[in-house]
């Protein structure tokens, strides 16, 4: 699962860092609203078909095409899609699923008997620069509300 840490640093602003850190001290709240948004932005990359930087999944194989007769990849079922969840702390948010053969979809190998079929890498977790800046204000927001 995906992780996220905020740091802030004290920088000879005492009295603001003290602020800071009492109101940073619990981020369950902010964590929570980065994990409903990076819910969507994932489930999004699954309609768009492509990876956390913009690029293109791997196509499907022809005889994948053939067999199960499907055009949109990792959607067969939409089990995977469906399953992306997130738990949120004070201090992280951790974004993933549990669903047993995501990893391999993920990161790409090989499976099947005799590892025998080669599955290509189509990363769907992860962050893009999109994410970062509505991450970075999800909790620059939620800071200036507590403090």
């Known amino acids: 699962m995906a992780g996220i840490t905020l740091t802030v640093d004290q ?16 981020l369950t709240p902010a964590m929570s609203a980065i994990g409903e948004y990076l819910i969507t932005a994932t489930q999004d990359r699954f309609d768009l078909q492509q990876d956390p930087q913009g690029a293109a999944w791997s196509p499907l194989s022809s005889a994948t095409k053939d067999r199960k007769r499907i ?14 969840s997130y738990q949120a702390s004070p201090n992280e948010v951790r974004v993933g699923t549990n669903v047993i053969y995501a ?3 993920q990161l790409g190998g090989e499976t099947g008997r005799g590892h025998s079929v080669t599955i290509p890498a189509r990363p ?16 620059r927001d939620y800071l ?3 403090v």
Do not use: C, N, P
């Open 144 to 146: 200036t509300q507590t």
């Open 71 to 84: 055009d949109k990849i990792l959607t067969e079922s939409s089990r995977l899609r469906d399953s992306i």
């Open 103 to 105: 990893a391999i979809h």
């Open 124 to 139: 769907y977790l992860g962050l893009s620069e999109t994410d970062l800046d509505h991450i970075t204000e999800t909790v």
């Open 11 to 26: 920088s000879g602003l005492d009295h603001l860092f003290g602020v800071l850190t009492q109101a940073a001290d619990d």
